[in-house]
């Protein structure tokens, strides 16, 4: 579904993504883990077309999108929910979740609300309140939401466990495991690699800027490196 080949992004002098390639084909979940600062935001914004590349392709669904406007890339499919949820606090959920969705007329956009709902009930209980009264759990899951209302194949998740106690983290990576079974196809961005390898079917190990390591979500979990280095073991 999507093929990022040797793609480099810069800031300025600073190598953010050096020739990095990776894969993700329909119907996975895909972990990218790594510490703080390797460029994992940077890929992913670099694919959903809010960082600018230097070299290198996106191909996705066979197309070459790395210049392409991120609206478009919206309605080809892929929809990022960024990292620190960015939510808008004075608005309520459900105008929040009406957001995401590209078209304001789009007859789907009620079942798209309702299948929101229906992953995450603690939103529907409090549709009218103003997002800002969320909990942080509750924001991401208001941010993955927002995410899904422009109906997605391809969904991208900065970070979404950051600063959440354990319950709520297996609670949003079981829901990003429940859209896998609708063919929701996930890159999974994360901090967090025992959780995100743990669901993820294959897994990439992001080191400054470089693909250092890849494998099955279980065989990254075994590795002894990414052990010592990402799950502090
Ligand atoms: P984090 O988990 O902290 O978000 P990350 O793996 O997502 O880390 P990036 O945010 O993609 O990493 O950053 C990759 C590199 O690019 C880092 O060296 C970072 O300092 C640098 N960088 C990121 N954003 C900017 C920016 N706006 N201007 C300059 N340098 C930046």
Request: glycine residues 10%; aromatic residues 4%.
């Amino acid at each position: 579904m999507l093929t990022v080949e040797a793609l480099s992004s810069s800031y300025g002098r600073i190598m953010a993504l050096r020739e990095v390639s990776l894969e993700v084909k329909a119907g996975e979940i895909v972990a990218l883990v790594g510490s703080n600062g390797a460029g994992k935001t940077t890929l992913l914004r670099a694919i959903s077309g809010v960082q600018p590349v230097r070299g290198g392709r996106i191909l996705f669904e066979g197309e070459a999108i790395e210049k392409m406007e991120p609206h478009l890339r919206v309605v080809r499919g892929i929809s990022q929910s960024p990292e620190g949820r960015q939510v808008f606090g004075p608005l309520s959920i459900e105008d929040n979740l009406k957001l995401g969705a590209y078209r304001r007329q789009d007859a789907r956009r009620q079942a798209r609300l309702d299948h929101v709902y229906g992953l995450f009930p603690v939103l529907a209980e409090r549709r009218r309140t103003p997002a800002m009264s969320l909990s942080g759990g509750q924001q991401q899951m208001l941010a993955i939401g927002r995410a899904l209302m422009a109906g997605p194949k391809l969904l991208l998740l900065d970070e979404p466990s950051l600063g959440l106690a354990p319950l709520l983290v297996d609670q949003i990576l079981a829901a990003v495991t429940s859209l896998r079974t609708e063919g929701i196809t996930t890159l999974l961005v994360e901090q967090n690699a025992s959780a995100a390898l743990a669901i993820a079917d294959r897994g990439y190990v992001l080191e400054t800027g470089h693909i250092t390591m890849e494998g099955t979500g279980a065989a990254l979990l075994d590795d002894p490196k990414v052990r010592a280095a990402y799950l502090g073991l």
